[in-house]
């Protein structure tokens, strides 16, 4: 093996090292008001690597999407903006609504939901304050209470959901009815199956509707849910070591032959 060969064997790990990225999307409706039953959906990749065969699904309340939505590539700090048709729209107001993705990075398949609100004809302002938090996370089980306040002068009947990848599973119900009168906090509670073998984060949302005087009233509260960490974070993943003892095998086997080719010095005689 000479010098050159292990220059570039020690190259290619190096790389093999730094190859490994995340995609990080954001996203959210841009309509303020829907007059003509197109709703712009903008979506964003903060992260450094691509989002391929992207799939976006509407899921919408008090109305329908029409038609399928697709983004071969959305990569490195690249945006898109969808044009969504909506039809059948069965009540005027503020309603929540949202956008599921499904995309490939690498060989691998993941799934983000992006919770936005659609303001159909009227806007309208949501008397429910919601927040949520996770309480518990245990055997790959997730916890989460949501906190649904009345903050209006009169008692409402309201529909709070929560809303998350396909990839979670419920073992709770996915919504309730509540009863709120003013200034009363109710609370409701949902318990999530995590995706196995995932040990990434989760940016999910609870929705919030209702109805009052033939208008709807929307609102939703978004937040980040993650299992606990499976290993200490002073611990160094074994693959480090691996790693690090082959870099510092092939510096030694370098040095070795470059020593080796000089050869011992020879020292000149002096002849009187």
Known sequence: MNKTSLS????AVLIGLASAGTVTLTGGCRTAVITNNTVQFHIV???NDTAFNMVLTPVLTNAQPVGAYTINSLGPLQNATLMVKVANITEKGTSPAYFVAAYQQGSNVFTAVFPCLLSFFNATT???????NALAFSNGTAKVTVSAFDAGASDINANV???V??????SSSKYYTIGLTPYQTTNVYFTLQYPAGSTASYSIAALSSYSHDNLSYGTFTAFIIAPPKLLPTNTVP?????????IV???ALIAFSVLRKRGP?????VVQ
């Open 8 to 11: 570039i064997l020690t190259f």
């Open 45 to 47: 990749n903060s992260g």
């Open 126 to 132: 949501s008397q429910v304050l919601l927040s949520a």
């Open 161 to 163: 959901s929560l809303v």
């Open 165 to 170: 990848p396909p990839t979670f599973s419920f």
């Open 238 to 246: 074994i693959f480090t070591y691996v790693v690090a003892a082959v």
């Open 249 to 251: 095998l092939i510096l």
């Open 265 to 269: 010095k020879q020292s000149a005689g």
